[in-house]
C-alpha cells in the first residue's frame, strides 16, 4: 500500500516481475517472494480504493528490466536495483505474419483491451501484445519477455499460432 500511495504521488514507476517461489506462489511457504531476474516497469494508470484499505489498480507496462540485486524491506516489498533493457524496433517479415493478422482480429473484436494507436506494424508491439493476451502459461510469458528482441518473440509466438485467416477490413 506505502509503495502504490508513493507511485501515485509521484507519478513513479514500480516494478513487476514473475514470483519464482515464495509465499505468493505456494500456500505455507514462509520466505519472502524470489522473483524472476527480468520484469517490467508499470505505472499506474486508473485507481479506485472501495473501502479502506483495499486498493485497486490499473497499471500499465512500460519497459523491461533485468534485476541487478534486491532486498526485501519490512512488509516483504522487495526493493531492487535495475538494468532497464533496450528494444529494437523491427518490422514484420511475412513468416510471421500470422501473429500480424491473429492480432489484427483480436484488436477488431475488442479493441479496448489495447491502448491507442494500435502499431500493427511494429514487431514490438505485436509480439507484446501477443504474449500479453494469449492464454498462455506464466513460465511462457515470462519466456517471452525474457527474449532479446522481436523477431525472436515472433518467430516464438508464430510457432504456437495457427495460421490466420486475412484481417477484416
Known amino acids: 500500500m506505502e509503495m502504490a500511495k508513493a507511485c501515485l504521488r509521484d507519478g513513479s514507476p514500480f516494478g513487476v516481475?514473475?514470483?519464482?517461489?515464495?509465499?505468493?506462489v505456494m500456500e505455507?511457504?514462509?520466505?519472502?517472494?524470489?522473483?524472476?531476474?527480468?520484469g517490467c516497469?508499470?505505472?499506474?494508470?486508473e485507481w479506485e480504493m472501495p473501502q479502506l484499505g483495499l486498493l485497486q489498480v490499473v497499471a500499465l507496462g512500460e519497459r523491461r528490466f533485468r534485476i541487478r540485486d534486491h532486498a526485501v524491506h519490512a512488509g516483504g516489498l522487495l526493493r531492487a536495483s535495475v538494468e532497464l533493457l533496450e528494444?529494437?524496433?523491427?518490422?514484420?517479415?511475412?513468416?510471421?505474419g500470422n501473429c500480424r493478422r491473429i492480432l489484427a482480429r483480436i484488436v477488431g473484436d475488442h479493441p479496448d483491451l489495447f491502448t491507442r494507436p494500435y502499431q500493427l506494424d511494429s514487431g514490438l508491439w505485436v509480439s507484446a501484445r501477443l504474449a500479453e493476451v494469449?492464454?498462455?502459461?506464466?513460465?511462457?510469458?515470462?519466456?517471452?519477455?525474457?527474449?532479446?528482441?522481436?523477431?525472436?518473440?515472433?518467430?516464438r509466438l508464430s510457432a504456437l499460432l495457427p495460421a490466420a485467416p486475412s484481417a477484416p477490413s
Request: aromatic share 2%.
Open 17 to 24: 516481475c514473475l514470483i519464482r517461489e515464495g509465499r505468493e
Open 28 to 38: 505455507g511457504n514462509d520466505g519472502p517472494a524470489v522473483p524472476a531476474l527480468v
Open 41 to 45: 516497469t508499470a505505472r499506474i494508470g
Open 87 to 96: 528494444d529494437v524496433e523491427s518490422g514484420i517479415p511475412e513468416p510471421f
Open 134 to 155: 494469449l492464454p498462455l502459461p506464466p513460465e511462457l510469458k515470462q519466456e517471452l519477455l525474457e527474449m532479446g528482441g522481436a523477431q525472436e518473440r515472433l518467430a
